[in-house]
């Protein structure tokens, strides 16, 4: 059965994890091509208020369940940041390697005080909407280390700096169906998907 899903997000890679994860029984839309839905301000304290920002923005103009998620890197050597700022950790408008760079400066400054492994974990907090209103929402993580060099060509964000617990390469060397099959997003989208199965 065919099922439709807006994944309220304008980022490409995003998108496509999401789709590798649901499987060929969902088609899957974001926002890329739909300018009359918004992108509101994410302007909350915590992942999950931030998922849910995004998530009613577009169930409120959108006729169908929406999904958003927001997701970080937590370090624990930098108390938890860039946490629920690490789209925009070197700025509003920041590349990811802008991101990268300014969390690698970071951590060469406090070097002197610890050292490695730099413990870090990625979360990641998934709201469903619809009609206007939040229906679920569900969290996953996955714990790992920071590395002080990039290594690999896959992934995107910090991907090419976090090595996950148990592993010996970064995500970013990690094959896409390996990560999916780890992530702090597949932890959370199992979650939902089990929930959305079910409805």
């Not at 929406?66 to 108390?79: F, I, K, P, Q």
Request: glycine letters at 8%; one cysteine or more; aromatic letters at 8%.
């Amino acid at each position: 059965m065919d099922r439709r899903l807006l994944i309220a997000t304008r980022n490409r890679h995003k998108t496509g994890e999401f789709s590798a994860i649901l499987g060929p029984d969902w088609t899957v839309e974001d926002l890329s091509a739909r300018d009359d839905l918004p992108e509101p301000e994410e302007t909350g304290a915590t992942f999950e208020e931030n998922a849910a920002i995004k998530a009613l923005a577009a169930a409120r103009v959108f006729d169908g369940p929406v999904l958003a998620d927001d997701s970080g890197l937590e370090v624990d050597l930098l108390d938890g940041a860039p946490g629920v700022r690490s789209a925009r950790y070197a700025g509003p408008k920041a590349t990811d390697r802008q991101n990268r760079e300014r969390l690698l400066a970071e951590l060469a400054r406090l070097n002197h005080a610890a050292e490695e492994p730099f413990t870090a974990r990625f979360r990641c907090a998934i709201a469903i909407a619809e009609r206007g209103r939040v229906l679920a929402s569900f969290s996953g993580s996955v714990e790992g280390r920071i590395v002080l060099a990039e290594s690999g060509t896959g992934g995107f964000g910090y991907d090419s700096l976090f090595i996950p617990e148990g592993w010996d390469k970064t995500f970013a060397e990690l094959d896409a169906e390996t990560k999916n099959g780890l992530s702090h997003r597949a932890r959370a989208m199992a979650q939902a998907m089990d929930w959305l199965a079910a409805r």
